[in-house]
């Protein structure tokens, strides 16, 4: 099951990325792929909408620990997760990266203040 | 495939990643739905997690260029327990059993730290050419 990505603009500027499928070693590179157009954009300020993301991995994790450090590695650059199901959020305290990826229950949440 | 409401058997060969991991992942939904358990029994998302690790690895490293044999699975739920077996033809790991939950910068070497806190049991054996994978968590 390929992980499909659409990206859309919200009204305050900030880009939501919303991945559709498993965050996993196959589906990893699409999520990159994507984030990588966005860094294009200065600042980036993305919020990763995570709702339609059945199942993460390590390697899903890692990729999205890989846009994070692309994306605070340009200047006003942010990032935030949104909507993360239980198994995300299982594997993000397990990981102890709920304390990098400081995640809200929905999208208009990630934005308010963003 | 046989199932009851106590008891539960699943096996499978393939060869492919992404066929791969649909038949684990779609495994472990025919499990959850065979026991009457729902999508957020944090118990089986603890064991499908390790097996999409283990899966994962055993899809990417354990089938080296030539390797004709398939990757082996079975599932079996005796009432109590969850145990998964995988067998693959890669490269001995035993050096990467012990490893620990990296930094948080890190992108990768999570994966068997994780599978190791969320099973009861993480078994590991060569034999011969072989890697054996044994997950087991009761339910």
Redesign the interface.
């Known amino acids: 099951?390929?992980l499909e990505v659409e990206t859309r603009q919200a009204e305050n500027g900030v880009t939501v990325v919303a991945p559709t499928g498993?965050l996993?070693?196959?589906g990893a590179p699409a999520l990159k792929d994507a984030i990588s157009e966005v860094v294009k954009n200065s600042p980036p300020r993305v919020v990763i909408d995570m709702e339609g993301v059945s199942?993460v991995?390590?390697?899903g994790?890692?990729?999205v620990?890989?846009v994070l450090?692309q994306i605070r590695g340009s200047e006003g650059g942010e990032l935030r997760l949104a909507a993360p199901n239980?198994?995300v959020r299982?594997?993000l305290e397990?990981?102890?990266?709920d304390?990098?990826f400081p995640y809200y229950a929905t999208v208009e949440e990630a934005l308010t203040g963003f | 495939m046989r199932t009851n409401h106590r008891r539960f058997e699943f096996t499978a060969t393939f060869t492919d990643l992404d066929e791969g991991l649909d038949i684990l992942h779609g495994s472990i939904q025919r499990l959850r739905e065979a026991i009457g358990r729902p999508q957020d029994d944090r118990s089986l998302i603890f064991f499908e997690t390790a097996l999409g690790e283990i899966g994962s690895n055993v899809l990417t490293h354990g089938r080296p260029a030539g390797t004709e044999r398939p990757v082996d699975y079975t599932l079996r739920f005796d009432g109590v327990t969850v145990e998964a077996s995988l067998s693959d033809s890669g490269v001995p790991v035993h050096e990467h059993l012990t490893r620990e939950m990296p930094a948080h910068d890190s992108e990768a070497g999570r994966g068997l730290a994780m599978a190791r806190s969320l099973l009861d049991e993480l078994g590991y054996e060569r034999e011969g050419e072989v890697n054996k994978w044994r997950l087991v968590k009761r339910l």
């Open positions: 099951m390929a498993r996993d070693v196959a199942f991995d390590s390697t994790l890692g990729s620990i890989a450090k239980q198994q299982v594997v397990l990981t102890t990266l304390r990098v």
